[in-house]
Nanobody
Framework: QRQLAESGGGLVQAGGSLRLSCAASGRAFSMYAMGWFRQAPGKEREFVAAISRSGGNTYYADSVKGRFTISTDNVKNTAYLQMNSLKPEDTAVYYC????????????????????WGQGTEVTVSS
């Protein structure tokens, strides 16, 4: 059974940086396309970033483009979300998600497309 575990959240001042990690166990990580989503208090979950199984294709929400970078390490079975120039509106619980796929270059931006989810890690950006 695949399990995802996020880490790296915390409290940071506006303009600061954090790197979130998502460690995956279970089936071969190289078969996963990965995504990051977030949910702010009182709001619906929203897409943040996605990466294809090959790692060669990425896609970002407009709100984070140019500030966040998604990546994967198939040796460590881990996905990352590097977050720079953080803003108070980035405050949310961040979730990683995995989708088993045979398509190496496809990324997925809809939550319903994913098979597994982590428990989330909280990010708070103070102004």
């Amino acid at each position: 059974q695949r399990q995802l575990a996020e880490s790296g959240g915390g409290l940071v001042q506006a303009g600061g940086s954090l790197r979130l990690s998502c460690a995956a166990s279970g089936r071969a990580f190289s078969m996963y396309a990965m995504g990051w989503f977030r949910q702010a208090p009182g709001k619906e979950r929203e897409f943040v970033a996605a990466i294809s199984r090959s790692g060669g294709n990425t896609y970002y929400a407009d709100s984070v483009k140019g500030r966040f970078t998604i990546s994967t390490d198939n040796v460590k079975n881990t996905a990352y979300l590097q977050m720079n120039s953080l803003k108070p509106e980035d405050t949310a619980v961040y979730y990683c998600a995995a989708k088993t796929t045979f398509y190496s270059t496809t990324y997925y931006s809809k939550g319903v497309e994913y098979d597994s989810w982590g428990q989330g890690t909280e990010v708070t950006v103070s102004s």
